[in-house]
């Protein structure tokens, strides 16, 4: 009798712990946060990562570009404010920065070899996955709204090139002439470049994308990320790439996963640096990501995949994101990056540099 009890009891124990493993299985970590704090909206923007230093700007430059960062910031605010999506929010405040030639995007695009101007961008919907992306694009003056309108409107997640300008058309989007483009200098900068290509293509046969002016090698994206007053988030991202591209060169900015990326149960991510990198490190995903398996906070999510991930392969440049209670994040590894936050008490921070 006395056995039989010790081979029951023994029986039990085994199962219990089986039971327990399977649970373990499925059980999903719930993404941290860093406070306890929800915000009820928030909105965070950024206008490109590089190498900005005080030492090489102008007061007045420096309050031309807060200028327009703040009238982004506050746009975006204004209609999440007013309960409006986080959808609409990131397409209008990102307009306002494609409209200023301050930002690569839209009106202050960087230059193609050809002496050109090709234009990405990309949105996602947090709540339902919903994406749209647009790549190389010569004549939309506001491509975030193409990516909107291919999210929305057409049964596909991305277009390129002329197929994309035609359903941009056929969506009634602004169409313009190429030249609206030009700026001078964004143009100074490509001619710059082409210099000292000379130069490295005898020497070693490479493409040069340097500009030793501004000393970088591309300078103002811009994106957004907001949460919206029902829970939903998003993020954007629009750009012209880098000076002197090449061959149809299409940066992270379209790629979705890349350079953008939104879940309600995570967080909403927009990317700014060199694309190349950020395509094979697929950052705003990445984040994301660590956040939902690993159960990180959007902080130490960011942090790891800019500075273990992208900087452990050689390359540069940062995010902003929001996470599914508002908690707000910037991560650069460069020297400075354009960025604005505002949270829902409406209290706004704007940086330019590294602190
Ligand atoms: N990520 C952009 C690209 O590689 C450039 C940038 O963010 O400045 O096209």
């Not at 070693?204 to 002016?213: L, M, N, R, T």
Request: one cysteine or more; glycine letters at 10%; hydrophobic letters at 40%.
């Amino acid at each position: 009798m006395r056995s039989f009890i010790v081979i029951l009891l023994g029986l039990i124990f085994i199962y219990s712990c089986k039971d327990q493993d399977q649970n373990a299985s499925v059980e999903k970590p719930i993404a941290k946060t860093e406070t306890t704090v929800k915000e009820e909206f928030a909105i965070v923007i950024h206008g490109g990562a590089g190498t900005i230093l005080k030492k090489n700007m102008t007061t007045e430059k420096e309050q031309a570009y807060k200028a327009v960062l703040e009238e982004a910031i506050r746009t975006g605010y204004d209609i999440l404010k007013n309960g409006g999506s986080s959808l609409d929010a990131v397409t209008k405040t990102i307009n306002v920065m494609e409209d200023s030639p301050l930002f690569n995007a839209g009106k202050g695009a960087v230059f193609t070899n050809s002496e050109t101007n090709e234009l990405d961008a990309s949105i996602m919907d947090g709540a339902t996955l919903n994406a749209g992306a647009s790549a190389g694009t010569t004549n939309v003056k506001n491509p975030i709204d193409l990516a909107k309108a291919i999210m929305d409107n057409s049964p596909h997640v991305m277009m390129a090139g002329k197929g994309a300008e035609t359903f941009a058309a056929e969506q009634g989007l602004e169409i313009v002439d190429p030249e609206y483009f030009f700026t001078e200098n964004r143009f100074k900068s490509l001619k710059r470049i082409k210099d000292s290509e000379k130069v490295e293509l005898d020497h070693d046969g490479k493409q040069a994308f340097y500009d030793p002016e501004i000393k970088d090698y591309k300078f103002g994206t811009v994106g957004c990320a907001a949460l919206d007053k029902n829970g939903n988030l998003a993020a954007g991202t629009s750009t012209g790439g880098m000076t002197n591209k090449r061959w149809g060169r299409i940066g992270d900015a379209p790629i979705i996963g890349a350079g953008t990326y939104a879940n309600n149960a995570t967080c909403a991510v927009s990317s700014t640096g060199w694309g190349e990198f950020f395509i094979r490190a697929m950052v705003a995903h990445d984040i994301s990501a660590l956040m939902e398996y690993k159960g990180m906070s959007l902080a130490d999510a960011a942090r790891t995949v800019i500075h273990d991930k992208v900087g452990g392969l050689g390359g540069d440049g940062g995010i902003v994101a929001v996470d599914h209670n508002g908690n707000m994040v910037f991560e650069f590894n460069t020297e400075g990056m354009y960025r604005a936050s505002m949270n829902a008490s409406g209290e706004l921070t704007i940086k330019i540099y590294k602190e």
